[in-house]
């Protein structure tokens, strides 16, 4: 691959929350290979929705699995999160440069972000200190053309490279399947579910819900990534994990009473 | 309970991470109970450290129980994320006015609220737009005297009650055990887990890896809440749902090529 910012001595991690199995891991493995040496280490299984899990009442177990002819993976027991953790501390020989995680299916932006595992793996590596990017494609299907996530998550490699990343802050990058149209600088929409849950009674006449609803945006910001991704743009939106509300804070006093 | 504030029409919802079952959950209901009507919507289990994990891919079942003589309670098969929205788009005959979460069994100080269900449950209240409050304890033991995060919950309830919150603003109460030395405004410390996996090997001849580590405080400043913490006062840090790095975001273009 004929890329000026490639370098065989540079480890790149890729992790995901669909799991070791799923395409999108495939296809940001295939970017990150564009870069340096690639080490995937992801859930054994579907973990979306699980946000900033750990795993601390049960044992992790890690098994090593052929992805393709050319790529190998380590399978983990436990949440995205789990996965940067155990690479970080016993699974890597050598430390990452960079931490991948994605191509999700499904977008994690506005409110999404927070409920994301894609993102958690992520936010859990900048942590870490690593500089470390997140990667999803608002297209939910298997099949889905990733070529325009590819093309952001390259983006945002290549910048990550040339700029570095200030400690603290994670990118979380979006893109629409198919073609990116363009990747704009975003904030996170504020936005929330409206949240409609599906009452049903089983066989044996015990009753049960599932969880449905639809995203309601409550800003109309062109700067905001579910607008921009609405229009049909790929965003790219930094995002921190200290959460203290400084505004409100400088407000109080130090003490309450 | 002669309170000036209390209101036989104020719905206080209180949920938790540790399960319906935890002390904690008995003694922050006592609090709201000084308030207000108290329902209890709380997970049917243990469930630390499952950051905002939301259940999507199974049916959530709810349960009645009888708490104490006094207080009944409904226990949900999910996360403390679950709870909240279950309750407040099914099981609340009334919605809540002011949603409580704890008191954790160990505190969610520091980097160690990302990991927190107990917090989650607050911050999902204030995304669905109610005043909230998680609270939480530095002793893990069940028998631990509570009073301490009690009084310092009875005061983040009076201080909402008499000045609301701003939109999209949740408080992190936090306090050692005992009594308490006094309540202080704080700000999230940057800190991180130093992880070391204890690996091991089954009675099968398979490895494992138990998660262990120390959490590792990265700044000295005294307003910040791992520190207060440490010099023995109880903390109140407000925190937002807003993840945005806005200061890096506002150095950037609008386009990355």
């Known amino acids: 691959m004929s890329n000026s910012l490639y370098d065989a001595e540079r480890r790149i991690l890729v ?6 199995f799923a395409p999108g891991i495939r296809a940001l493995a295939e970017v990150a290979a564009e870069f340096g040496q690639v080490d995937i280490i992801a859930p054994d299984r579907q973990q979306s929705a699980v946000g900033h899990a750990i795993t601390v009442s049960d ?11 050319r790529m190998e993976g380590q399978a983990v027991n436990g949440t995205p999160a789990d996965c940067v953790k155990l690479g970080h501390d016993k699974l890597m020989q050598k430390k990452p440069d960079l931490v991948l995680s994605g191509i999700n299916h499904g ?39 990733l070529s325009g996530a590819q093309e ?10 040339q700029n570095g990343l ?3 802050v994670t990118l979380n990058v979006n893109a ?4 990116l149209k363009g990747l704009r600088w975003a ?3 504020n936005s929330r579910y409206v949240e409609e849950f599906e009452g049903r009674v089983d066989p044996h006449n015990k009753p049960y819900f599932w969880i449905t609803g639809r995203l309601e945006i409550l800003d109309k910001g062109e700067d905001l990534d579910l607008n ?27 003490e309450l009473e």
Chains 1, 2 share one sequence.
């Open 15 to 20: 992790c995901n929350d669909d799991g070791i």
């Open 59 to 69: 044992p992790l177990r890690v098994t090593s699995f052929q992805i393709n002819s």
């Open 107 to 145: 977008s994690n932006a506005g409110i999404n972000i927070i409920y994301s595992g894609t993102v958690s793996a992520a936010t859990e590596a900048t942590i870490l200190g690593y500089p470390a990017i997140a990667v999803s494609c608002m297209e939910f299907s298997e099949s889905a053309d």
């Open 152 to 161: 952001a998550a390259r983006r945002a490699v290549r910048y990550v490279l």
């Open 166 to 168: 200030p400690a603290g």
């Open 176 to 179: 629409p399947g198919g073609p």
């Open 187 to 189: 904030k996170q929409a």
């Open 228 to 254: 921009l991704l609405k229009k049909g743009f790929g965003t790219i939106t930094p995002i921190q994990y200290d959460l203290t509300a400084h505004s409100f804070y400088g407000k109080q006093g130090s």
